[in-house]
T-cell receptor, first 113, second 114 residues
């Protein structure tokens, strides 16, 4: 059974710092892995989607990597800003049930001014 | 485009009461989903639909029913609410299930069952 784990559960950093969020999954048979952002009281917004054949994706100050063989993904945020404060969730789409997303429990990020 | 909208935003129920949550999308997506999110846990799939008139069970379907009479709407029903159903409910939609398709989420409904 696919399980997704995110460490740490919470992170507090000063503004301007570069940071890395971690996601691990137990089964490498996936279609893709996605990183979402969730703001308090709001829905999820997709940040980056990495297909199983890809190693990384970049959008602005965000870079996500995927290592299927080790079951790991990282989300790198460069030059963090207070506006980056949110919960970040990773999710995998398993190959054996393509409609489903399996989510981690998220990392709650606070960027202090 | 409004994207994915959910009604209501908040609701308080007593044990045993029933209610229906409405999800609407204006992106002409085939697939729609209902998730629940509990503290310290990721989102878990309750039910999903692969097109108008179809529904299927997800990971945690017990105590819930769904209907998709129109392509743009997906309803989630609780027939007899229980305190264990206190949660935040998210609806999502996607155009398909290819490796490039992402899901678009609504803002959520916070439900408390007393």
């Amino acid at each position: 059974k696919q399980e997704v784990t995110q460490i740490p559960a919470a992170l507090s950093v000063p503004e301007g710092e570069n940071l890395v969020l971690n996601c691990s999954f137990t089964d490498s048979a996936i279609y893709n892995l996605q990183w979402f952002r969730q703001d308090p009281g709001k829905g999820l917004t997709s940040l980056l989607l990495i297909q199983s054949s890809q190693r990384e994706q970049t959008s602005g100050r965000l870079n996500a990597s995927l290592d299927k063989s080790s079951g790991r993904s990282t989300l790198y945020i460069a030059a963090s800003q207070p506006g980056d404060s949110a919960t970040y969730l990773c999710a995998v789409r398993p190959r054996d049930s393509s409609y489903k997303l399996i989510f981690g429990s998220g990392t709650r990020l606070l960027v202090r001014p | 485009n409004a994207g994915v909208t959910q009604t209501p935003k908040f609701r308080v129920l007593k044990t045993g009461q029933s209610m229906t949550l409405l999800c609407a999308q204006d992106m002409n997506h085939e697939y729609m989903y209902w998730y629940r999110q509990d503290p310290g846990m990721g989102l878990r799939l309750i039910h999903y639909s692969v097109g108008e008139g179809t529904t299927a069970k997800g990971e945690v379907p017990d105590g819930y029913n769904v209907s998709r009479l129109k392509k743009q709407n997906f309803l989630l029903g609780l027939e007899s609410a229980a305190p264990s159903q206190t949660s935040v409910y998210f609806c999502a939609s996607s155009p398909g299930t290819s490796g490039l398709d992402t899901q678009y989420f609504g803002p959520g409904t916070r439900l408390t069952v007393l």
